[in-house]
């Protein structure tokens, strides 16, 4: 995330409209860790979009990297190391939700049966971890198309085991972003749309390990703001 507002009068903000002030690492670059990759996507943003999305992309990081299914990704480990500092200082959100509830317990299974241990889980406030997928969509239309999203949608996130995600990828063919995007190990897309441009089906997934699909639908009504 950039935190100086520079000017970049001449662009187009990506998730507003209007003229840009600054940039915004659409997948975080928090999800990274140095070397970062060649190819990060960045887009023209206005400063008040670039703080609010930085919120949502400090807890998307501090979830994915705690997450159990990252664990066997060493970038997701690496990139989690800031964490507890952050933590420290209380200034990690994802930490004061876990902190404020009660953690469950729960097995850990394979899909064969076999028993892996215990980890914990926690619940996060409803529409979070949406709206940080629906910001990454919104910059990654406007990476590929040069125009915002278009506003009158509503969205769907559902999460999937990564056994499906082969099924996923096949049936999205590779109209959209050709033939998939792919930053380093952390990051990967893909997505279809329809006639109505506002009709979109997302495939994002984390760590070559945890996976998404965001599904965007034509609507009377746009979809709230982040």
Same mark, same amino acid.
């Given at each position: 995330?950039? =935190? %100086?507002?520079?000017?970049?009068?001449?662009?187009?903000?990506?998730?507003?409209?209007?003229?840009?002030?600054?940039?915004?690492?659409?997948?975080? =670059?928090?999800?990274?860790? =140095?070397?970062?990759?060649?190819?990060?996507?960045?887009?023209?943003?206005?400063?008040?979009?670039?703080?609010?999305?930085?919120?949502?992309?400090?807890?998307?990081?501090?979830?994915?990297?705690?997450?159990?299914?990252?664990?066997?990704?060493?970038?997701?480990?690496?990139?989690?190391?800031?964490?507890?500092?952050?933590?420290?200082?209380? %200034?990690?959100?994802?930490?004061?939700?876990?902190?404020?509830?009660?953690? %469950?317990? %729960?097995?850990?299974?394979?899909?064969?049966?076999?028993?892996?241990?215990?980890?914990?889980?926690?619940?996060?406030?409803?529409?979070?971890?949406?709206?940080?997928?629906?910001?990454?969509?919104?910059?990654?239309?406007?990476?590929?198309?040069?125009?915002?999203?278009?506003?009158?949608?509503?969205?769907?996130?559902?999460?999937?085991?990564?056994?499906?995600?082969?099924?996923?990828?096949?049936?999205?063919?590779?109209?959209?972003?050709?033939?998939?995007?792919?930053?380093?190990?952390?990051?990967?897309?893909?997505?279809?749309?329809?006639?109505?441009?506002?009709?979109?089906?997302?495939?994002?997934?984390?760590?070559?390990?945890?996976?998404?699909?965001?599904?965007?639908?034509?609507?009377?009504?746009?979809?709230?703001?982040?």
């Amino acid at each position: 995330m950039s =935190r %100086r507002e520079r000017p970049r009068q001449a662009l187009k903000r990506a998730y507003c409209g209007g003229p840009a002030t600054t940039k915004d690492h659409v997948p975080p =670059r928090s999800l990274f860790v =140095r070397p970062y990759p060649a190819n990060l996507v960045t887009v023209p943003s206005c400063f008040k979009c670039n703080q609010k999305k930085a919120l949502d992309d400090a807890l998307l990081r501090d979830a994915l990297t705690s997450d159990i299914e990252a664990q066997p990704s060493k970038t997701a480990i690496a990139a989690f190391r800031p964490v507890p500092r952050s933590v420290e200082r209380n %200034r990690s959100e994802f930490a004061r939700i876990v902190n404020s509830q009660t953690i %469950r317990r %729960r097995n850990l299974v394979t899909e064969a049966g076999l028993y892996l241990g215990e980890a914990f889980g926690v619940t996060l406030p409803k529409g979070r971890i949406e709206r940080c997928l629906f910001w990454i969509v919104r910059g990654l239309y406007f990476d590929h198309q040069k125009e915002p999203f278009p506003t009158e949608v509503t969205y769907e996130v559902r999460r999937h085991p990564m056994s499906e995600f082969p099924a996923l990828l096949s049936g999205l063919g590779s109209d959209g972003l050709p033939p998939h995007r792919i930053v380093g190990d952390v990051f990967g897309c893909t997505y279809v749309r329809g006639i109505d441009l506002r009709d979109s089906i997302w495939l994002l997934w984390f760590y070559e390990r945890i996976v998404f699909s965001v599904i965007t639908q034509q609507s009377s009504t746009p979809a709230s703001p982040p």
